[in-house]
T-cell receptor, first 113, second 111 residues
Framework: DTGVSQDPRHKITKRGQNVTFRCDPI?????LYWYRQTLGQGPEFLTY????????KSRLLSDRFSAERPKGSFSTLEIQRTEQGDSAMYLC???????????FGPGTRLTVL | DAKTTQPTSMDCAEGRAANLPCNHS???????VYWYRQIHSQGPQYIIH???NNETNEMASLIITEDRKSSTLILPHATLRDTAVYYC????????????FGQGTRLTINP
């Protein structure tokens, strides 16, 4: 069991550019969560998938954000037209439906210049 | 909003037991207490969870009061690597429930 992995670990981009992050959950985990964490704060929920279905989205997930999990395995989170306020750590977690303890990946740190 | 209250920071000497308190006075009967920790610049790490009985695993022990309104996470022999922010979270275990993180307790282990 290799744990949740995220790629890239760090991303620096200029304001207005699009970025995409990838999350690979623990094998056989059918639930996948995205969170965002800004400096000094705890993680905040963004969205959640059960298999390929996106079942809940936070109000934090503006129109510029989109997440997919096309085959119910890995997931991508895309941010279009990035703003400086998007600078944060983006965390992915996965869980097995029957137990639902969420296990987190190492995160992707985004810096928007 | 987070349903828990934790001290902002705590210190503990290396080798001693670290006891981290958490108040959750509005906890419902079907809500569990979960603990995670986050070492600087890493993702949160699951530690332990419980409903009403005390729980122990290889990382820590969780003591929940009889009225379930508070709990204590115990790291029996703290090491420098236990320095982290510790989050206490209450949630329903079954069903897809997002984790609602508060500010947590910043625990510093001193040599």
């Amino acid at each position: 069991d290799t744990g949740v992995s995220q790629d890239p670990r760090h991303k620096i981009t200029k304001r207005g550019q699009n970025v995409t992050f990838r999350c690979d959950p623990i094998s056989e985990h059918n639930r996948l969560y995205w969170y965002r964490q800004t400096l000094g704060q705890g993680p905040e929920f963004l969205t959640y998938f059960q298999n390929e279905a996106q079942l809940e989205k936070s109000r934090l997930l503006s129109d510029r954000f989109s997440a997919e999990r096309p085959k119910g395995s890995f997931s991508t989170l895309e941010i279009q037209r990035t703003e400086q306020g998007d600078s944060a750590m983006y965390l992915c977690a996965s869980s097995l439906a029957s137990l639902d303890t969420q296990y987190f990946g190492p995160g992707t740190r985004l810096t928007v210049l | 909003d987070a349903k828990t209250t934790q001290p902002t920071s705590m210190d503990c000497a290396e080798g001693r037991a670290a006891n981290l308190p958490c108040n959750h006075s509005t906890i419902s009967g079907n809500e569990y207490v979960y603990w995670y920790r986050q070492i600087h610049s890493q993702g949160p790490q699951y530690i332990i969870h419980g409903l009403k009985n005390n729980e122990t695993n290889e990382m820590a022990s969780l003591i929940i009061t009889e009225d379930r309104k508070s709990s204590t996470l115990i790291l029996p022999h703290a090491t420098l690597r236990d320095t982290a922010v510790y989050y206490c979270i209450v949630r329903v275990a079954q069903g897809a429930q997002k984790l609602v993180f508060g500010q947590g307790t910043r625990l510093t282990i001193n040599p």
